[in-house]
């Protein structure tokens, strides 16, 4: 059973404050060396051709929360958005063995009542991904901000597994932090636990924690397309891979270094921080994927 953990920033920023014992400055980017970035391929299947991506919304989320999500998705694979857009954000997974994806938004299941509870454990994710389709698709459950996951804040903000057996499916779990750890799963759209105070970039969407549910859902559909069975792309060890996205992190634009995302685009209108246009006339900031031509973490802008 594969999976993919993206740690919030904040988790790595105190351990580099622990080491250096000083506030970084823009400077300091330039006295770090970057290290060689090398996903290794373990000679696994990877998704390819037209996806299917099934949500399953459980808890409240309102019309707008949902359509965020769905725009995004549906972003993905949309050549008529303005660049730099979401769709060439995508089009690096294509350069992974075995070309490119397609994304498509399939059916929706809205589970308000909370059938399973407030609190839910990893067992419970795996029944509510059930509910989606099984062929060629990838089912995602995005759990609505007051409802409690395990692991949730304390070492991941959402994760990508497949299910058991020989026809494994895989299956993925986001979180909306907005109310139980903005600050480690929206950044940089809310000040981080750690590190320096400076001020958060203003969320595209007027969502704090939708568009941190962006992020991450940007995190683990790389995961799951590049890594579904965890024999595909990632560095590091097996049960705790760094993969696409999570090898990059924390970084949504050029000069990005640890606590600072980077250059990003500011829309004059809104004061909102961006990367990436959508369909919808949608604005988004996607964090850096790792680029196997350039073995290199890239990034939109």
Not at 81 to 97: M, Q
Request: glycine share 10%; with cysteine; aromatic share 10%.
């Amino acid at each position: 059973m594969g999976s993919i953990y993206r740690f919030a920033t904040p988790s790595y920023l105190l351990l580099l404050f622990l080491l250096v014992g000083t506030v970084f400055e823009p400077s300091f980017a330039a006295l770090v060396k970057q290290q060689p970035l090398v996903l290794k391929y373990h000679n696994g299947a990877l998704l390819k051709g037209e996806i299917t991506v099934n949500l399953i919304w459980y808890g409240h989320f309102t019309p707008a929360q949902r359509s965020i999500i769905v725009d995004f998705i549906q972003s993905l694979s949309s050549a008529a958005s303005p660049t730099p857009s979401a769709a060439s954000w995508w089009r690096t997974t294509s350069k992974y063995k075995g070309g490119a994806s397609t994304l498509i938004v399939g059916k929706q299941v809205l589970v308000e009542n909370y059938s399973l509870g407030k609190s839910l454990k990893n067992v419970h994710i795996a029944a509510l991904a059930s509910k989606g389709g099984l062929l060629n698709a990838v089912n995602i459950v995005l759990t609505a901000k007051d409802v409690v996951v395990d692991g949730f804040c304390m070492s991941r903000c959402g994760t990508h597994r497949s299910t058991p057996g020989k026809n494994r499916v895989p299956y993925a779990w986001v979180g909306n932090s907005e109310t139980q750890c903005p600050g480690q799963c929206a950044w940089p759209f809310h000040q981080p636990i750690y590190g320096p105070q400076t001020p958060p970039l203003v969320a595209p969407n007027g969502d704090v924690g939708v568009d941190g549910m962006v992020i991450t859902l940007a995190t683990v559909l790389a995961g799951a397309v590049t890594n579904p069975f965890n024999n595909g792309y990632f560095q590091g060890p097996a049960t705790a891979p760094l993969e696409a996205v999570s090898a990059c992190p924390g970084m949504f634009g050029s000069g990005s270094y640890p606590g600072y995302p980077g250059q990003v685009l500011v829309d004059k209108a809104t004061g909102a921080s961006y990367n990436a246009h959508g369909v919808n006339g949608r604005k988004y900031l996607l964090p850096a994927m790792w680029d196997p031509q350039t073995s290199a973490c890239f990034t939109l802008v």
